[in-house]
């Protein structure tokens, strides 16, 4: 059985860092690779970052119903395979999903039982010390990324669970723990529960009549 596991932060919230450090520790995890219209930025690696494609096989792809979600960003658009979970299932694996609450909120509505977590900056001054430092982004982007921040923070509350990322060691803990603990509670349903149970009730019947 696979879980779907959502991680959305803003931009600069130290999400890809969690993500890379989480995916390091743990062979038991498969990344979604988004597919983006946009051009790739500082060292990103075509199909280790995101699968760049033009705008007009993006919308062709959404038109073949290619992509379990998709939303537009800043002009541009990204979005899931549907084969990535696919793979995963085929796997034995759990699935990490790097998206944003736009399209956090589309895929929950078609996997209820996936696993959301926020990731949240200590604040904004931190924050836009963060994005500053990447000395990637224009004035101009970076005063459009604190503005989509301030959006996207308030959509908090719809997540399962929220990390603020002040420490980068103490974070990853938190995430790797997340993981863990959403196992643990899937496997209480599994097939290896039931012959514990069994054994139980084999030489306790009167107290499993009833249930």
Not at 184 to 201: A, Q, Y
Request: glycine share 6%.
């Amino acid at each position: 059985m696979t879980t779907v596991f959502i991680i959305s932060a803003p931009s600069g919230s130290g999400k890809s860092t969690l993500v890379a450090r989480l995916l390091a520790g743990d062979a038991g995890l498969r990344f979604s690779v988004s597919y983006t219209t946009r051009r790739p930025r500082g060292n990103e690696k075509p199909g280790e970052s995101y699968v760049y494609i033009s705008r007009e096989e993006f919308l062709r792809r959404i038109d073949g119903n290619e992509f379990l979600e998709h939303a537009e960003v800043f002009g541009n658009f990204y979005g899931t395979n549907r084969e990535v979970l696919e793979q995963a299932q085929s796997e034995g694996k759990d699935l990490i999903l790097d998206i944003d609450v736009q399209g956090a909120r589309q895929l929950k509505e078609r996997i209820p039982e996936a696993v959301t977590i926020f990731i949240l900056p200590p604040s904004r001054d931190i924050l836009e010390q963060r994005l500053r430092s990447r000395s990637e982004d224009a004035e101009e982007v970076i005063q459009r990324r604190l503005k989509e921040a301030a959006e996207e923070i308030r959509n908090y509350r719809q997540y399962d669970y929220v990390i603020v990322n002040h420490r980068v060691e103490e974070s990853s803990t938190t995430l790797a723990a997340i993981i863990k603990a959403e196992r643990v509670r899937r496997l209480r349903m599994e097939d290896r529960i039931r012959p514990i149970l069994k054994s139980f009730e084999n030489r306790h019947p009167s107290l499993f009549s009833n249930k």
